[in-house]
């Protein structure tokens, strides 16, 4: 049953019910960024002059909602004019059939999908931890994926084995298997494909051993299951300390920030940019960066 949900749920795309982009920010483990990710996404691509929209999936931590929650606040108390993304909050259900559950949490997300249609030209997707039938309904729905992965062997063990000798990859995780079925559910309801991106993130910048290694590794993993590799964000404080105001980046040069604008957060905002050249979305071909 939730396999054929997912697939009906597909289908309303290729029938012509959607036009908007979406964008899956996926990844089973904690802790590797995803929120950072997509909130600063949603913002540049808002400052570009693009219409956003945010899904919230994540039924327990609900760290992107909190977010724009604090976002909203520090203009009120600011009186500042920051973008903010229209976001529509998808609870679990609470029936206790399995089907009947489903069949809720599919017709709520395949109705959230065409309201935020209507407006927005971007639909980003927080996808929950785990695998969840509303996880595996928004990976596929996808347009693009991006993973964000720490760069360490532990969380690279989201996406596969890897012999520790040769580097090879010995299988793909269970995650990763999760992705391709939801690529060929895809592919068999819309005829489109997802692109998977996956984010390299806290890289180190020394040229040490392990960065080495891992790289390897993701190359292998790469061509073997079909991901594009993106460079990542830097382990910064600051993203830490811009959670609770509902700031990113790109708003540190508006009046009322109170936060100091350093070379650091310079070469923060050029990791903006260059995430957003590699991913390469509909739309924003030959589009200045103007932040």
């Not at 347009?143 to 720490?150: C, K």
């Amino acid at each position: 049953m939730a396999t054929e949900l997912a697939e009906q749920a597909g289908a309303g795309k290729s029938a012509g019910n959607r036009l908007a982009h979406v964008i899956v920010i996926g990844n089973e483990k904690g802790g590797a960024g995803k929120s950072t990710v997509a909130m600063h996404l949603s913002v540049a691509l808002m400052r570009m002059g693009k219409k956003v929209g945010f899904l919230d999936l994540d039924v327990r931590q609900r760290s992107i909602s909190r977010y724009l929650e604090n976002r909203i606040r520090w203009n009120q108390t600011s009186g500042g004019n920051l973008p903010v993304p229209e976001t529509v909050r998808i609870d679990a259900s609470q029936a206790r059939d399995l089907d009947a559950a489903e069949l809720e949490e599919a017709e709520r997300f395949e109705g959230s999908i065409k309201r935020l249609s209507q407006t927005c030209d971007f639909i980003l997707v927080d996808s929950p931890g785990g695998d969840t039938f509303l996880s595996r309904m928004a990976h596929s729905s996808a347009d693009t994926l991006i993973t964000p992965l720490n760069d360490s062997f532990v969380d690279f063990d989201l996406l596969g084995d890897i012999d520790p000798q040769t580097l090879e990859v010995v299988r793909p995780s269970f995650y990763a298997e999760q992705v391709w079925d939801c690529r060929k559910r895809k592919a068999k309801t819309s005829r489109k494909p997802i692109d998977w991106v996956v984010m390299r993130n806290r890289m180190s910048p020394l040229d040490a051993r392990n960065k080495q290694r891992v790289g390897e590794a993701l190359d292998n993993l790469a061509r073997r299951i079909g991901f594009r590799i993106a460079p990542g964000l830097s382990e910064r404080v600051i993203y830490r300390e811009l959670f609770p105001m509902g700031l990113t980046l790109l708003d540190l040069t508006e009046a009322g920030s109170n936060v100091a604008f350093t070379m650091s957060h310079v070469a923060a905002r050029q990791e903006i940019r260059d995430l957003l050249i590699v991913l390469k979305l509909p739309g924003m071909e030959g589009e200045e960066i103007s932040f």
